[in-house]
């Protein structure tokens, strides 16, 4: 299992800017995702994850390893438009997930520092 976003391929970082954003993002996602629940019943329901991924990602222990999986799930086998998908099922749960209201309104376009980081994370 991965470890973080660092240690995760894509084959096209470039030619997959909502997979990157969501790579990039990564250190504010995951402690935003802390009821997952919710979020992984509208993934099953736009086909975007099966029912064995849901199981696989529950059985993580911590909130933060459930999030961690999910987010390689969608990193690794999700193509670009499923991963517009994803981002689309976040916005519908964002009552769930408040410090990820901001993130879900900039999107892709979100300011960046000279370093490529997020200027500022929701806490």
């Known amino acids: 299992m991965a470890d973080g976003p660092h ?3 894509s084959s096209g970082e470039n030619n997959e800017p909502l997979k990157t ?3 990039k993002s990564w250190d504010c996602i995951v402690p935003a995702l802390y009821n997952i629940e ?3 019943d509208h ?3 736009n086909n975007l994850l099966q029912v064995n991924d849901r199981s696989e990602i529950l059985a993580e222990k911590t909130p933060q390893q459930k999030a961690r999986k999910l987010l ?3 990193y690794c086998q999700l193509d670009e438009r499923s991963t517009s998908v994803f981002i689309d099922c976040l916005k519908k749960c964002q009552h769930q997930y408040p410090r990820l209201k901001e993130w879900l309104m900039e999107g892709p376009d979100i300011h960046r520092g000279p370093s490529g980081e997020m200027n ?4």
Do not use: Q, W
Request: proline content about 5%.
């Open 21 to 23: 954003f969501i790579k």
């Open 72 to 74: 390689e799930i969608v």
């Open 43 to 45: 993934l099953i329901a």
């Open 38 to 40: 919710p979020l992984l």
């Open 120 to 123: 500022r994370c929701l806490h």
């Open 7 to 9: 240690s995760l391929k």
